[in-house]
């Protein structure tokens, strides 16, 4: 398993330099912004040959969510993440994580009545998934589908919900990205469900309970490395977390020596 991050306010602007410095804090992958790795994937290819720093994965980045409520919205967001799993191949990348949409709904707030059927955020999210599909196969990347916590999303909250899309969609290329964070709020228990969908997890995010930089909070993360480690699972492992702290590289490099006794 190898430890990775996304980029940070205090890493260098530079790509190489961004790289460099990266891999300088004990970081062995990085997950590219989508946008970045469209727009400069030569210069992305540049960096991780001069450092040695692969890319892990993409996440964000495209014009629209896969289960997006404007159609014009979705099927931008479709046509970018075609580019970016065409790029991904050429940087060697395994994949894009995809969660049906970030705030655009939530039962949780009002309305609280949302403005397409159940059936209709299932039919939006599976006709996504059956064009990005075969792209993902063409370049032998994934499509890391996310389940986001239920004050973010409200198509996508559990494993179950991924797995029901998965199953409903019978996909060659799509996986289920498991995230700490969310899976503290919507799971029973990290570990369980990290055990029953262990042959559909194809990426980790991780992050304390808060959302801020792991060793910070309440997650137990010896018990559920140790999971990880019992259910064979090989992929990345990346941080996603804000940073709380008064020196934000101070602490973030304490949290980078928290996870590694675990891994």
């Known amino acids: 398993m190898r430890l990775g991050t996304q980029d940070k306010d205090f890493f260098p602007q530079d790509l190489t330099e961004k790289f460099r410095f990266v891999k300088s ?3 062995e992958c990085f997950e590219i912004d989508g946008k970045v790795l469209m727009e400069h ?15 892990s994965s993409a996440c964000g980045g495209y014009r629209g969510w896969i ?23 050429t940087v060697g990348g395994t994949g894009v994580v995809v969660p049906a949409a970030w705030g655009m709904f939530t039962f949780r707030l009002p309305p609280m009545v ?7 955020d299932v039919k939006a999210i599976l006709d996504s998934l059956r064009e990005l599909d075969p792209i993902a196969e063409e370049n032998d990347v994934w499509l890391y589908l996310e389940p986001l916590n239920r004050y973010q999303d409200h198509m996508l909250n559990t494993l179950q919900d991924a797995m029901d899309i998965l199953e409903a969609g019978n ?3 799509v996986k289920i990205t498991a995230d700490f964070y969310h899976m503290a709020i919507e799971e029973d228990d990290i570990s369980e ?6 042959d559909y997890i194809g990426h980790i995010h991780i ?6 930089q792991p060793g910070t909070g309440s997650i137990d993360w010896k018990r559920h490395m140790q999971t990880l480690k019992d259910i064979g699972y090989e992929g990345d492992i990346v941080n996603e977390g804000r940073i709380r702290g008064e020196n934000p590289l101070e602490v973030y490099q304490e949290s980078v020596r928290f996870m590694k006794q675990f891994l």
């Open 25 to 27: 804090m004990g970081f």
């Open 41 to 55: 994937t030569e210069e992305v290819k540049r960096a991780i040959e001069t450092t040695g720093l692969p890319v």
């Open 67 to 89: 289960g997006d409520f404007i159609e014009e919205k979705r099927l931008n967001g479709v046509e970018d993440l075609k580019v970016i799993l065409r790029a991904l191949k």
């Open 114 to 120: 949302s403005p397409r059927s159940h059936e209709g």
């Open 171 to 173: 996909f060659k290329r």
């Open 193 to 198: 469900s990290l055990v029953k969908y262990k």
């Open 207 to 212: 992050a304390e309970n808060h959302r801020y």
